[in-house]
């Protein structure tokens, strides 16, 4: 999964919570309760890979820079 890939898929699940969320803000009863819990994790997940990414782009830069 490149990087785009990844933006694209965290805005699709940080849109899927806040539709959950606003179910679940309105009283309805979510049709799947650990739904929230799940998608706030793969969010972690995948943000947890981007910023690992990125660290490992600016040690690489620091060891050229030597």
């Keep these: ?3 785009e890939e ?3 898929k965290l805005k699709e699940l940080r849109n899927d919570l806040m539709h959950e ?3 679940a803000a309105m ?3 979510p049709a799947s309760p650990g739904r929230i ?3 706030r994790s793969n969010i972690s997940r995948l943000l947890t890979i981007i910023r ?3 660290t ?4 690489a830069v ?5």
């Design 37 to 39: 819990r799940a998608i």
């Design 6 to 8: 990844r933006q694209k």
């Design 27 to 29: 009283g309805g009863a």
């Design 52 to 54: 690992e990414e990125e």
């Design 21 to 23: 969320r606003g179910v």
């Design 62 to 66: 620091k060891e050229d820079k030597k």
């Design 1 to 3: 999964m490149n990087i």
């Design 56 to 59: 490992k782009e600016k040690e």
